[in-house]
C-alpha cells in the first residue's frame, strides 16, 4: 500500500511541475522596490530595500537606481547592481546616501536588468 501512495505522490508532484511549466507564461520579470527602512552610518546614510520579482522569470545583474528628492528637484542619485533576483522571490540590498533622507523623498526602482 506504501508503494501506491508513493506512486500517486510522485504522478501529482510530476503534474503539478508540468503543469506550471506549460502554464507560466512570463516571459519577462516584474520587478517592484521598496524601502524597508533607514539607518544613519559613518560615511552617510543607509537605505535599506527589498526588490520584489512577481514574475517566474528571473532577472540577472539588475541595477537598482535611488533618488533622494525634495519636491521635483533630485538631491542626490546613487545606484547598485544585485547579481540576480529569481523570479517570484524578494531580496534585499542597501544604497548610501550622503545627504539626510529625512523630510525628503526617497525613490527607489529598477532600471535595468540582463537575462541569465
Known amino acids: 500500500m506504501t508503494g501506491l501512495v508513493s506512486a500517486a505522490l510522485v504522478i501529482v508532484l510530476i503534474t503539478w511541475i508540468g503543469k506550471d511549466a506549460l502554464m507560466d507564461k512570463d516571459s519577462s520579470p516584474d520587478l517592484e522596490a521598496a524601502v524597508v527602512r533607514t539607518e544613519q552610518r559613518s560615511t552617510g546614510y ?31 542619485s546613487v545606484e547598485t547592481v544585485l547579481a540576480y533576483v529569481p523570479g517570484r522571490s524578494k531580496t534585499r540590498g542597501g544604497l548610501i546616501f550622503e545627504n539626510n533622507p529625512a523630510g525628503k523623498t526617497v525613490v527607489v526602482k529598477a532600471s535595468a536588468y540582463n537575462e541569465p
Open 46 to 76: 543607509q537605505v535599506l530595500f527589498e526588490m520584489s520579482n512577481k514574475a517566474s522569470a528571473t532577472a540577472a545583474d539588475v541595477t537598482v537606481r535611488g533618488e533622494l528628492q525634495d519636491g521635483k528637484a533630485i538631491i542626490e
